[in-house]
């Protein structure tokens, strides 16, 4: 069988090699502009190396093949991990930088994990201060899913992962989750992609719409998938198969519905710079395109059963899941990122908030910014002062140049700092009003601990102000500040 597979892989070398000998024989190749070994003197050419990557980089169409044929005999023959893909059981792909949450290793520690879960309840409390309703999902990876498809020498440890990490401090908070783990199953991941298939998404779509204001009236979209039911065809060049064999079209099995037709016909789409249009082709390149990155995308529904407005926080995942969305809300609107501005996005135009991530994201709420008043603490008790210490390595800054907010920012030294230690900043105005609010937290290292949040100009009245930072009850620095 060995053997099979060798012989196998040579001859494909044997048939990719063929176009870049056409490409080297034709004109399109300047082998003038080949690297020599030596220079005009007879010396050695220090710099042939170099000069040979260069050529063959500038030379895609030979590069690309022998990428290809070098990632066929890996992924055939020696079942290693090549161009960030892990070639498991029964053909499929696996992005090999999900290895680390799959294995359980270097995962959040116990204080980015509560400072993940802080920052996604404090948008939650944001959200029901305002009467929006709140909603966290996080996608599992493919290989968390489909755990019996990876290389069988990829042993995860006895650790949490950061989904159930994370799934665990949700629900410390109260926040509320929709876990999809349980709903998805190996057939609803696409073999070559690292996403999930269009019933995956409109299985997930179906969870997570099930928490959100006014259900009951956005039920008839099923009814419209169940009209329509989903067919099976096939399509070419995932994400995955992309990375490994860049030179040539790798079949994979899609699924799609005639819903989708109507769906496109029945809501009006607008991408940040582009006109407002109501387009199959538009959704199909949301839906299909892998290297889609729409910023920003807006829509409008004139289904009878479209109810609320939507906020959505989204990543690629989201993709396939947008028409079935867009068509459930009067508006929608989706924000390629996790830090939501409410000056840009006021919180007063929607009913439902959803913030979509998947599981290798997870770590990146962490870097994330959250432009929202913070709120203001008037339960937070002092007894303690040590900001004489100066050796505390705490620090605040605070800049005035976003719009109506204040914005402050700073460090504190770890080993001031419990795993599920909160932080707070005390404003003493020259009135001598001391109003008290709480931060985000933000990275974490060994050494230090990043926490932000922002001020609405509201809140100021003079020019001068006292700022005390507060871990949990104790103040660790005081700061005169004046704007």
Known sequence: MKLKKIIICVFFFLILLIPSVSYIASDDLNIEDFPTLFDENGSINDTFSDDIEDFFGDNLPIKNYIVTAENFI???VFKSESSNVVTGSDDYLFYSETNDDYLKTHTLNDRETYSVCKTISLLEEYCDDNNVNFIFTAVPNKNTVLSDKMPY???PTDNKSNLEL?????????????????????ELYLKKDSHWDNRGAYTAFNEIIKSTS???????????????PFYEVTRTNGDLSTMLFPSIDVDDTQYYTDAFDIIAENINIRITGAKTRNSQELMNTIIDNPDENYSRISTTSDFDFSNGNLFMLRDSFCRAMFPYFASSFESSVFV?????????YPIEDYSDFIFEIVERNLPEILESEQRIPTPVRDNVSIN???SDNKSNNVTINCSDE??????????IDSTLLDYDSN????????NNTLTTYEAFPGEYDESTNSYRYYLTLDNLDSDNYTFKVIVDNTIVLTNDITF
């Not at 390629?336 to 840009?344: A, E, L, R, T």
């Not at 719009?403 to 920012?409: A, L, N, P, R, T």
């Open 336 to 344: 390629k990122s996790c830090s939501y501005d409410s000056y840009i």
């Open 384 to 386: 303690g002062d040590i």
């Open 153 to 155: 020498n990829f042993i």
């Open 402 to 411: 976003y719009s109506d907010y204040i914005y402050v920012e700073g460090t």
């Open 74 to 76: 890996k992924s055939t």
């Open 166 to 186: 994370i799934k665990s401090g949700l629900a410390g908070q109260g926040v509320n989750y929709v876990d999809l783990t349980d709903y998805l199953t190996e």
């Open 423 to 430: 932080i707070y900043v005390a404003v003493t105005d020259s």
């Open 214 to 228: 006014n259900y009951s009236a956005k039920e008839s979209i099923s009814s419209l998938i169940d009209d329509n």
